[in-house]
């Protein structure tokens, strides 16, 4: 059984930083590209970065600049740096990963930490 999980999330004022984390553990023969997406009240979930096995990496438009994503292979865990915080990035944050747990690779969800920009 393959497991997601996350941290780092909390209330934290506009301009602030937060670095969310992600840990995959569970029967685990490779991961492939990871990702965030985060969820607001009333919205979808959207994609906020992603980045390969290779370490390349996507973001939207709205946390270019502000956000990073890396990896650390080692220990099959994700982060996103989240630095100068808006109100308007109050969500749910979700991990994904695509992991191969022996029969091919598929996609696994974290079950998602709040952030809370104050203004």
């Known amino acids: 059984q393959v497991q997601l999980v996350e941290s780092g999330g909390g209330l934290v004022q506009a301009g602030g930083s937060l670095r969310l984390s992600c840990a995959a553990s569970?029967?685990?023969?490779?991961?492939?590209?990871m990702a965030w997406y985060r969820q607001a009240p009333g919205k979808q979930r959207e994609f906020v970065a992603r980045?390969?096995?290779?370490?390349?990496?996507t973001y939207v438009d709205s946390v270019k600049g502000r956000f990073t994503i890396s990896r650390d292979n080692a220990r099959n865990t994700v982060y996103l740096q989240m630095n100068t915080l808006k109100p308007e990035d109050t969500a749910v944050f979700y991990c994904?990963?695509?992991?191969?747990?022996?029969?091919?690779?598929?996609?696994?969800w974290g079950q998602g930490t709040q952030v809370t920009v104050s203004s």
């Open positions: 980045i390969t096995t290779g370490g390349s990496t």
């Open positions: 994904n990963a695509l992991i191969d747990s022996g029969s091919g690779y598929r996609s696994y």
């Open positions: 569970g029967s685990i023969f490779s991961i492939g590209a």
